[in-house]
């Protein structure tokens, strides 16, 4: 491949890799998924005492 050709190459793989970076970001911090996530934070502590012998 030409120069040219590298470099547009890497430059498409860098703006993939960005919009997948912003994408995972909205995802984790979007406020609809906040409920499942603290949900989910909560969950080992909601188990605490279940299961163990009196």
């Known amino acids: 491949m030409t120069p040219l050709h590298d470099g547009l190459l890497q430059g498409l793989i860098t703006v993939l890799a ?3 970076f912003v994408g ?3 995802y984790a911090y979007s406020p ?3 409920k499942a996530f603290e949900a989910a934070a909560n969950s080992p502590l909601a188990d605490e005492g279940k299961g163990e012998p009196s």
């Open 32 to 34: 609809c998924r906040r």
């Open 24 to 26: 995972i970001c909205y």
């Open 18 to 20: 960005f919009t997948s």
